[in-house]
């Protein structure tokens, strides 16, 4: 999600993280997700998206 395709931009690390969210123990493991949303807490220069 955070890195540019052919068909779509970058998304915004705010939609991003809201995904992550609403993904959570659904579409993404609950474990990985919460790793990735401190992650991305940390990122806030949002490097991550490179």
Do not use: C, W
């Not at 955070?2 to 779509?8: I, L, P, Q």
């Amino acid at each position: 999600m955070t890195s540019h395709r052919s068909y779509r931009d970058v998304i915004p690390q705010d939609k991003v993280k809201q995904e992550i969210e609403n993904g959570m123990g659904t579409q993404f493991d609950e474990r990985f997700a919460r790793i990735m949303l401190e992650m991305m807490a940390e990122d806030t220069d949002y490097t991550m998206h490179d």
